[in-house]
T-cell receptor, first 111, second 114 residues
Framework: QKEVEQNSGPLSVPEGAIASLNCTYS??????FFWYRQYSGKSPELIMS????GDKEDGRFTAQLNKASQYVSLLIRDSQPSDSATYLC???????????FGKGNQVVVIP | DGGITQSPKYLFRKEGQNVTLSCEQNLNHDAMYWYRQDPGQGLRLIYY???????QKGDIAEGYSVSREKKESFPLTVTSAQKNPTAFYLC?????????????FGPGTRLLVL
């Protein structure tokens, strides 16, 4: 079982709609969870970090964490063409400072 | 203007050649990391360093070497033993060694084999 799994295939959403991305992880004692955005040919940039169960909102982005079910999700409200990118889920396990990354989800916002 | 710099942006390696990728940060971060990204893949950890003069192997350290002589610098050498070096190399840093610290990335170096 892979450490961090993200849905495969690109996600196409109309401009103004909500994009929903999911990520599951295998290490039950994981403590820290991150979403990074990566534009084509560029390096990842941090969007959100979340450490506790529940929702965390920052502007148009909401991260949701459910440790019992071992998943973390990212919602992008009012999607804009500038949101078109690959979104990487990263999880840090308990007891170390290594990040495990998923393969990423490509989001395409259609004007 | 604080941040992480990587150079060069593009690097070409000939067969049997060792090449060194530079990573410098002026964020006063203790921890630094090197990742490799292949097309359609997630990031894989090569090496990391939590403090000057100390570093640990990541998941794919074979064919690579690092040094951490200064807090600000963490160069990565891709040796001739790395048979498939073509990839996007990313350097990152974080404030400290605590498990919750966020990692921030440099702009990356793209390595190509001639």
């Amino acid at each position: 079982q892979k450490e961090v799994e993200q849905n495969s295939g690109p996600l196409s959403v109309p401009e103004g709609a909500i994009a929903s991305l999911n990520c599951t992880y295998s290490d039950r004692v994981s403590q820290s969870f991150f979403w990074y955005r990566q534009y084509s040919g560029k390096s990842p940039e941090l969007i959100m970090s979340i450490y506790s169960n529940g929702d965390k909102e920052d502007g148009r982005f909401t991260a949701q964490l459910n440790k019992a079910s071992q998943y973390v999700s990212l919602l992008i409200r009012d999607s804009q063409p500038s949101d078109s990118a690959t979104y990487l889920c990263a999880v840090r396990g308990g007891g170390n400072n290594r990040l495990a990354f998923g393969k990423g989800n490509q989001v395409v916002v259609i004007p | 203007d604080g941040g992480i710099t990587q150079s060069p942006k593009y690097l070409f390696r000939k067969e049997g050649q060792n090449v060194t990728l530079s990573c410098e940060q002026n964020l006063n971060h203790d921890a630094m990391y090197w990742y490799r990204q292949d097309p359609g893949q997630g990031l894989r950890l090569i090496y990391y360093s939590q403090i000057v003069n100390d570093f640990q192997k990541g998941d794919i350290a074979e064919g690579y070497s690092v040094s951490r002589e200064k807090k600000e610098s963490f160069p990565l050498t891709v040796t001739s033993a790395q048979k498939n070096p073509t990839a996007f190399y990313l350097c990152a840093s974080s404030i400290g060694r605590a498990s919750g610290e966020t990692q921030y990335f440099g702009p990356g170096t793209r390595l190509l084999v001639l």
